[in-house]
């Protein structure tokens, strides 16, 4: 079956842009995680969903910071007012139930803020 | 703060050696562990779980838990270059919602 995907791969935004990236996971797999992964470190959580609900949302650096998964499935992370400090590769993962279980990770999203 | 440690290396052993690498986690309470492989400019995959004290073999791979030392490692049997990789190890919180916490990983290089 179809892995975790996630678009776009690559983004490119002027600092100030707006920005939405797309994670669409494994099919059935309950849990859904977003990670933030900077050159030579391990991957950040940022925020958790069970189903549409958010249950943590404790990473998630600034307000500027929002998660959604509105039917369960596809997830959305939006980066509003974009900084050169937000570049960084965005990892969404999926587990088939909740968060103490195996984690399959995407192919990530590149951000670069000009 | 929980931490997961892990020495960044790089760890460099040759072709057909065993490559052994550790991590070491504060919260005492952690009940899940996970061992990811990176290769560069892609993104983690699982290798590993593992859950209680001892051993835990798949394939050329074993992973070990002594949860009393809080530490958790990964041997790596016949190590062929392309195992070389980062090794991140995850660790899932107590208490709350479990989150993993991973450790920065540790860059192995196999050399021919």
């Known amino acids: 079956g179809a892995g975790v995907s996630q678009s776009p791969r690559y983004k490119v935004a002027k600092r100030g842009q707006d920005v939405a990236l797309r994670c669409d996971p494994i099919?059935?797999?309950?849990?859904l995680f977003w990670y933030q992964q900077a050159l030579g470190q391990g991957p950040e959580f940022l925020t958790y969903f069970q189903n549409e609900a958010q249950l943590d949302k404790s990473g998630l650096p600034s307000d500027r910071f929002f998660a959604e998964r509105p039917e369960g499935s596809v997830s959305t992370l939006k980066i509003q007012r974009t900084q050169q400090e937000d570049s960084a590769v965005y990892l969404c993962?999926?587990?088939?139930?909740?968060?103490?279980?195996?984690?399959?990770f995407g192919p990530g999203t590149r951000l670069t803020v000009l | 703060q929980k931490e997961v440690e892990q020495n960044s290396g790089p760890l460099s052993v040759p072709e057909g050696a065993i490559a052994s690498l550790n991590c070491t986690y504060s919260d005492r309470g952690s009940q899940s562990f996970f061992w990811y492989r990176q290769y560069s400019g892609k993104s983690p995959e699982l290798i590993m779980s593992i859950y209680s004290n001892g051993d835990k073999e798949d394939g050329r791979f074993t992973a070990q838990l002594n949860k009393a030392s809080q530490y958790v490692s990964l041997l790596i049997r016949d190590s062929q270059p392309s195992d070389s990789a980062t090794y991140l190890c995850a660790v899932n919180t107590s208490g709350g919602s479990y989150i993993p916490t991973f450790g920065r990983g540790t860059s192995l290089i196999v050399h021919p």
């Open positions: 993962a999926s587990s088939f139930s909740g968060a103490n279980n195996e984690q399959f």
């Open positions: 099919s059935g797999h309950v849990s």
